[in-house]
């Protein structure tokens, strides 16, 4: 995959504040060592490439708001975000009104078995159809592996065909695309999301929580005036990826 320079953009919190928070890094370059939160820019962000077949939706096709989270599978602060995203699943996806599309984002440089864990999951989805792959991610992240077979087990897929499918490197193709396309989106380090409605694009760059009560990431992003009025209510400090939505889907 090919080269793109990592740059670290406006505030740099200390990763206590976020748990972790954003990772910045690209896939052959070497990743700031420092948690890092990028301002949203809805007037001059790009749009990710349109919804395909050969995208993993999950939702509602028809609601209203897109989330597109691009991920690396080895990356520490995705999951961390994990446990947001299922939130975000829980309680905006199964009623409708989000729909998640997840691309892959390996940083190959720093995570070697990123690409293969990829590359696994559609392996996942071809063998056991599309639940499986957001099985095989889940699976990931409980077992805090880098094995793709150790995943794979774990969601009782069959052994041989898993083994023949990853083997065979049919999936680095899409994975390589997946890749291509958040880079043209403006995605530079994982877990990065881009909320889209309508002609609205908001990108958040890292792991982001849910939601957070205390005044400490209220006060870090109030650096960053344009991402607290996007991420924050300011009646009560509270700040997250469910403050966004909430105000999206109010508008």
Same mark, same amino acid.
């Given at each position: 995959? =090919?080269?793109?320079?990592?740059?670290?953009? *406006?505030?740099?919190?200390?990763?206590?504040?976020?748990? /972790?928070?954003?990772?910045?890094?690209?896939?052959?370059?070497?990743?700031?060592?420092?948690?890092?939160?990028?301002?949203?820019?809805?007037?001059?962000?790009?749009?990710?490439?349109?919804?395909?077949?050969?995208?993993?939706?999950?939702?509602?096709?028809?609601?209203?708001?897109?989330?597109?989270?691009?991920?690396?599978?080895?990356?520490?602060?995705?999951?961390?975000?994990?446990?947001?995203?299922?939130?975000? !699943?829980?309680?905006?996806?199964?009623?409708?009104? #989000? =729909? !998640?599309?997840?691309?892959?984002?390996?940083?190959? +440089? !720093?995570?070697?078995?990123?690409?293969?864990?990829?590359?696994?999951?559609?392996?996942?989805?071809?063998? /056991?159809?599309?639940?499986?792959?957001?099985?095989?991610?889940?699976?990931?992240?409980?077992?805090?592996?880098?094995?793709?077979?150790?995943?794979?087990?774990?969601?009782?897929?069959? =052994?041989?065909?898993?083994?023949?499918?990853?083997?065979?490197? =049919?999936?680095?193709?899409?994975?390589?695309?997946?890749?291509?396309?958040?880079?043209? *989106?403006?995605?530079?380090?994982?877990?990065?999301?881009?909320?889209?409605?309508?002609?609205?694009? !908001?990108?958040?760059?890292?792991?982001?929580?849910?939601?957070?009560?205390?005044? +400490?990431?209220?006060?870090?992003?109030?650096?960053?005036?344009?991402?607290?009025? #996007?991420?924050?209510?300011?009646?009560?400090?509270?700040?997250?990826?469910?403050? *966004?939505?909430?105000?999206?889907?109010?508008?």
């Amino acid at each position: 995959m =090919k080269n793109n320079l990592a740059i670290p953009i *406006a505030i740099v919190i200390a990763g206590i504040i976020i748990g /972790g928070a954003l990772y910045f890094g690209n896939k052959n370059n070497t990743p700031s060592n420092q948690a890092q939160i990028s301002p949203s820019n809805t007037d001059q962000s790009p749009k990710p490439s349109g919804i395909s077949d050969k995208d993993h939706v999950l939702g509602n096709p028809d609601a209203g708001i897109s989330m597109f989270v691009y991920s690396d599978l080895q990356c520490p602060y995705c999951k961390i975000f994990h446990a947001t995203l299922k939130q975000v !699943i829980e309680d905006y996806v199964k009623n409708g009104k #989000i =729909k !998640i599309i997840f691309r892959h984002f390996p940083l190959s +440089s !720093i995570h070697p078995n990123a690409e293969k864990l990829a590359e696994g999951s559609e392996c996942a989805a071809e063998i /056991g159809g599309e639940t499986k792959f957001w099985d095989f991610m889940d699976k990931i992240v409980e077992l805090d592996t880098t094995d793709p077979l150790e995943a794979a087990k774990g969601i009782s897929l069959d =052994k041989n065909k898993f083994e023949e499918c990853i083997n065979s490197g =049919k999936y680095a193709e899409k994975v390589e695309n997946d890749f291509n396309s958040g880079t043209n *989106a403006g995605v530079q380090g994982t877990p990065a999301s881009i909320i889209v409605k309508n002609d609205k694009v !908001i990108p958040i760059y890292g792991a982001m929580p849910y939601l957070e009560t205390g005044p +400490s990431l209220y006060q870090a992003l109030s650096q960053e005036p344009g991402l607290k009025d #996007i991420l924050c209510n300011d009646s009560d400090q509270s700040c997250g990826i469910k403050i *966004a939505i909430d105000k999206i889907l109010a508008e």
